[in-house]
């Protein structure tokens, strides 16, 4: 039987006071995932064409809050996933948030590949003096150089993972007061995808580049012909067997890995904090006619805050900026050495593997250089707004922000040695040739007296 229509009325009237009385119940509980009561209104502004609500329109919080998610972390989280695949940089997201957990999967896992690593640059240092009669002793620094950076970059990311949450905790504190409002997310994805597929075709040339062409078999063949050839003292010192080609080639694999995405993590931080110096820039010359001194205070204090987040990111990512530099000058230098001196000697697979070799080298120091360079450069565009100012309209706090900006240098440095600008490319660049021509003649000198 149906009931009334006044019936009916007051029943679902009834259901709806209920509802709005849970609903203002459960907002005052601490924890609650429901919104306030005051965002009823919002809820009832979110009705379709129909007149229906749409779904989740009462417990859409989660949309927003994702909305508003810092930049630096929305442009960072697929890097560290990245990284944590091989076992570096061992960061949770936990509520949208990095955590290092020391008693984790992620934390034993880095520090088991830190301990290979470590391990074998050690036995490769053994190796280099243990070597009797000729030997090629450019192959041979060459490679122990290559682990030893390895090892090193390994402990520095594990040491980075503890101090980068409180970073990027202070990063996305001054994202909200400065205002950031576009994504450069696709940015630092393109390049890293770039960079990630060079990599992969360059350490496959290299595996072609150390394997023979005359070699046929199969696969434990390959793998004995390969770890002969490009670890041929290690071989010599601790002989061979198919656990330690395997553990060979792992290693050498996992060092390549990290040798490329050392300059991913570097040029990664160095686009996402080069947008957040635009957006301050944006800020400023959009307000700089109308600041009041209240409103001049306010940006002096958003610029003393950049300052000190580019201060905590030189003190914990130097060290990375440092050995980025290094490996990228060392091997673009011993790349090019052997690619010139020994031009009438390779196969077709060595020279491909050369050449491409040092083209993704130069590619990543681009990369890496110029994003770095971009920071120091956008940093002094603000100025420009600030020296037209009236006079009738300078006050101390106009001031105090351009003597801030002329004199505090923001910009990402390599401990403390270098600072990565402009000028810094163009002596790099220097560096690189006259070093290279130098090889060069040593070289051709020696050829001759033999």
Known sequence: ????????????????????????????VEGS???????????????????????????GVEEPVKCQRPECLRCLVPVTRLFSLFGLLPMRVVDGQFRFVLCHFLTLYACVVAAALTWFSLTRVVALFAATGPQDWVQLLTGTTFYLLGATGALLLLQLARKLPAVLE?????ERQVGVRDSCKWKVLVCMGVVTLSAAGETTASMFHNVPENTTGNFWLYLETYVRTGHKYEVDLLGYSRALGLAILTINKYATFLWNFVDVLVFSVAIVLLHLVRAFNAKLQNGCATFDPIGWRDIRRDHLALLTLVQSLNASLGPLVLQSYLTNIFFTLVQLYFGLSHEHELSFFSKLYLT??????????AIVSFSCALIHEESYKGISCVLEIPENRYSLEVWRLEHQIRHEVIGLSGCGFFLVNKSFILATTGALVTYEVILLQVSGGTATNT
């Open 1 to 28: 039987m149906r009931a009334p229509r006044r019936f009916r009325s007051t029943k679902h009237g009834f259901r709806r006071v209920l509802q709005r009385l849970l609903s203002a119940a459960l907002a005052g």
């Open 33 to 59: 995932p429901r919104p306030p009561s005051s965002a009823a209104p919002a809820a009832h502004e979110a009705k379709g064409v129909d007149g229906r609500m749409r779904k989740g329109a009462w417990y």
């Open 170 to 174: 202070r990063w996305a504190d001054v």
């Open 356 to 365: 491409w070799s040092f083209l993704h080298l130069l590619g990543r120091l």
